[in-house]
């Protein structure tokens, strides 16, 4: 099984950017999706950005919330996925996570990293 690890959390003021990396120790396009998922205190886990591993550009989705300022990639060769965000809304501040999917494994999830976006 693949594990994945995030990256670039931290604190970043309203109107500003962040990109956050996951990386997969091996091959992301196992997965057959991966995606970003946030949870804020005392809310649910929610998918925020998907990309599909369908051919060589991948599908991509977005939540309302984010659609227009955050952007998924992937990087085949370096086995990473990003998630540039743009444009960070107080709300946007979150515990966020990678996750990819694949039918026998299930899904699997990364550990985390924080996002907080200040006033």
């Known amino acids: 099984q693949v594990s994945l690890v995030e990256s670039g959390g931290g604190l970043v003021q309203a109107g500003g950017s962040l990109r956050l990396s996951c990386a997969a120790s091996g091959s992301i396009l196992s997965f057959t999706t991966m995606g970003w998922y946030r949870q804020a205190p005392g809310k649910e886990r929610e998918l925020i950005a998907q990309?599909?591993?369908?051919?060589?550009?991948?599908?991509?989705w977005y939540a309302d919330p984010v659609k227009g300022r955050f952007t998924i990639t992937r990087d085949n060769v370096m086995n990473t996925v990003h998630l540039q965000m743009s444009s960070l809304k107080l709300e946007d501040s979150a515990v966020y996570y990678c996750s990819g999917f694949q039918a026998a494994w299930g899904r699997v999830w990364g550990q985390g990293t924080q996002v907080t976006v200040s006033s």
């Open positions: 990309i599909l591993n369908r051919g060589s550009g991948g599908v991509t």
